[in-house]
C-alpha cells in the first residue's frame, strides 16, 4: 500500500507499507518517482491521478496506489472510537492534525475481560476480524502509551505502574509526540533517545528547545494531566405525537406536523444550529415517509411550513395514522455573511430568497431537475465542470456556485456544449480575426493559452480570445494552434 497526498511539489508518498518499500519507495518521494520504480504495466494512466480516486493494480504482488483522504480517515476513526466503547465508557481520538490512534479509559473496566491483558488481547482479534491491525499499550498516562505503541517492540504493552521512564527511556525521541523542528535540534546534538533526553539539566531544556518539550516529557511521565476529549453519540433530536385514535383528517395532521417543527426548531435554536435535512414517519401506516432536504441549513419555521405541507399534499393514506415522529436527519451551521468593503458581493444580496427559490422549485419539480455546476480542476473548458442536483451540494460548491459571476469574469457565462467552428472572412497583420460572422471585431483581447498534457491523449492547444463585435456581441473564441482553425467556445452576456 503506497498512499500519496498533494504537497508543494505536486503528489508525494505521505504512507508506505513494509511491502512497498522492498520496491524502494519512500516516504515524501514525489508520486512519480515511485511510480517509476514499479513496472510500467502497474501504473499506465491517461491523466493525473484526481480526488478520491483509487489506482488499483492487477498483480497482487505490486503495491496498491491510493490518494489519501484525511476526513474519510478522521470519520472512520470516529466509528471506530464510538463502537470501542463496549470496551470502555471513555473511548476519544488523539489531538493531532491527522489523528491515527484511540485512547480508551479503562479504569475499572479491565476486570470484566479478565485483566488489562484480556482486554486488550479481546481488542485486537475483534478488530483483526474487521480487517484492522492494531498496537495497543496499557499505561498510567497517554502520552507513555502513545510512545510505546509507536515504537515499542511488541503489538501489546503492558506497562506496570510508575514504570513509564524505564520503558520509554530506550525509544527514540520521536515517541514523545514532539515537533520536527525540536526533533531535528535533538538530534543535531546527538540525543536520539528518551534516555538521552532526560539526563540532561531539565532548566536547561526550555530555553534551548522550548516549554512544548518539557510539557510532552512531562505528559509522558505521567507528572502533568493531559486534557483528553471523549467522542459521544449524537443525541437524536427528534419529536413525537401519538394520538389516542387513527386520524385521517389533513388539516389535523398538518397542525401536528406544524407544532412538531416548532419544538425541534426551538431546540436547533439552543444548539445555534440550522435544519439542512427533515424526516416525518407516519406511525402505523405503509406511508413512505416524507422528507425535506435544502439548500442551506435554516430555522425559518414559515419556509420549512410551507415545504412540509407541499410534501405531505402528495401523501396517500390508505389507513388512519397512529401517530407522526419528526426527526432532523441533518444540522449546519445558519448562513452567516460579512459585508465587505467595496460591495463586491451584490451576487448575494438575497442568499436566502434564492435557497428558498431553490428548495421549492426542488420539491416541485424533483431533485434530479434542478441542477448547479461544479467546477473540476481541468484546463479544458468544456471538461471543467459538471451538472449535479443543487440540493446535493456541499456548502463550498453552493457557496461557489452563486458567486460563480464575481469569481469567474474572465470566462463566460454561456458556454456551448462543444465548439463550434468559426467563419472568419477577414484577418489582420497579426493574425487575428478582424471580421467574423458579418461583423466587425472593435477588440480583440488576449490570448489565454490552453494546453492539455501529453498523457490525454489527443493533443489540445488552443489560444483562447475575447472577441468584441460591432454588432454588440461579445464571443469567446480559440484558434486551434496546430490547424490554424478558429472556433467559436462561449459567448458573454
Not at 483483526?128 to 495497543?136: K, L, N
Not at 515504537?151 to 525521541?173: C, F, R
Not at 469567474?408 to 457565462?413: A, E, G, I, Q, S
Request: charged share 25%; proline share 8%.
Amino acid at each position: 500500500m503506497v498512499i500519496f497526498a498533494e504537497g508543494r511539489r505536486g503528489f508525494q508518498v505521505t504512507v508506505c507499507s513494509p511491502e512497498a518499500a522492498e520496491w524502494g519507495i519512500r516516504v515524501g518521494m514525489p508520486l512519480g518517482e515511485a511510480q517509476s520504480l514499479l513496472p510500467v504495466s502497474s501504473h499506465k494512466t491517461s491523466r493525473p491521478p484526481r480526488r478520491n480516486e483509487v489506482q488499483r493494480e492487477k498483480s497482487p504482488a505490486l503495491p496498491v496506489l491510493k490518494r489519501a483522504d484525511p476526513a474519510a480517515d478522521r470519520s472512520r476513526l470516529q466509528e471506530l472510537a464510538l463502537y470501542c466503547q463496549i470496551y470502555s465508557p471513555l473511548v476519544g481520538i488523539e489531538e493531532a492534525p491527522s489523528p491515527e490512534s484511540l485512547w480508551l479509559d479503562i479504569s475499572g473496566s479491565e476486570v470484566l475481560f479478565g485483566g488489562e491483558r484480556g482486554l486488550a488481547e479481546k481488542l485486537r482479534d475483534d478488530l483483526a476480524r474487521q480487517g484492522i491491525q492494531v498496537r495497543i499499550a496499557v499505561a498510567d498516562a497517554w502520552g507513555a502509551a502513545w510512545g510505546i505503541s509507536h515504537y515499542g517492540e511488541s503489538d501489546i504493552s503492558l506497562v506496570p505502574p510508575g514504570q513509564q521512564t524505564n520503558w520509554l527511556s530506550p525509544l527514540p525521541i520521536a515517541a514523545l509526540r514532539i515537533a520536527p523542528s525540536v526533533k531535528q535540534s535533538l538530534q543535531s546534538l546527538d540525543v536520539m533517545t528518551i534516555g538521552q533526553l532526560l539526563r540532561i539539566p531539565r532548566a536547561s531544556l526550555p530555553s534551548r528547545f522550548g516549554k512544548e518539550l518539557v510539557r510532552r516529557i512531562d505528559h509522558a511521565l505521567g507528572l502533568a494531566p493531559e486534557l483528553l476529549q471523549a467522542e459521544r453519540l449524537a443525541e437524536p433530536v427528534s419529536e413525537e405525537w401519538l394520538f389516542e385514535e387513527p386520524v385521517s383528517d389533513r388539516q389535523t395532521l398538518d397542525h401536528v406536523c406544524e407544532v412538531l417543527l416548532e419544538r425541534l426548531l426551538t431546540r436547533l435554536v439552543a444548539r445555534r444550529a440550522g435544519l439542512r435535512e427533515l424526516a416525518c414517519h407516519w406511525l402505523g401506516t405503509v406511508t413512505e415517509p416524507t422528507r425535506l432536504r435544502l439548500l442551506r441549513p435554516t430555522t425559518e419555521k414559515r419556509h420549512l411550513t410551507e415545504l412540509l405541507r407541499l410534501q405531505n399534499e402528495r401523501r396517500v393514506f390508505m389507513s388512519g395514522v397512529h401517530g407522526v415522529r419528526m426527526e432532523v436527519v441533518e444540522v449546519g451551521l445558519p448562513p452567516l455573511r460579512q459585508a465587505t468593503l467595496f460591495g463586491d458581493d451584490a451576487g448575494e444580496e438575497h442568499p436566502q430568497a434564492l435557497a428558498e427559490l431553490v428548495d421549492r422549485l426542488s420539491m416541485r419539480l424533483g431533485r434530479q431537475a434542478v441542477l448547479c455546476p461544479r467546477l473540476i480542476p481541468d484546463p479544458q473548458p468544456e471538461f471543467a465542470f459538471e451538472s449535479i442536483p443543487w440540493l446535493d451540494a456541499p456548502p463550498s460548491t453552493e457557496k461557489e456556485t452563486i458567486g460563480i459571476a464575481s469569481h469567474l469574469r474572465c470566462r463566460p457565462l454561456r458556454l456551448l456544449r462543444s465548439p463550434q467552428p468559426l467563419v472568419v472572412q477577414q484577418f489582420s497583420a497579426e493574425g487575428l480575426p478582424t471580421r467574423v460572422q458579418r461583423a466587425t471585431v472593435i477588440l480583440a483581447s488576449g490570448p489565454e493559452r490552453i494546453e492539455v498534457g501529453w498523457w490525454r491523449g489527443l493533443d489540445v492547444k488552443r489560444d483562447y480570445y475575447r472577441l468584441s463585435l460591432a454588432n454588440g456581441a461579445i464571443l469567446w473564441a480559440f484558434v486551434d494552434r496546430d490547424t490554424g482553425d478558429w472556433f467559436l467556445h462561449g459567448l458573454f452576456v
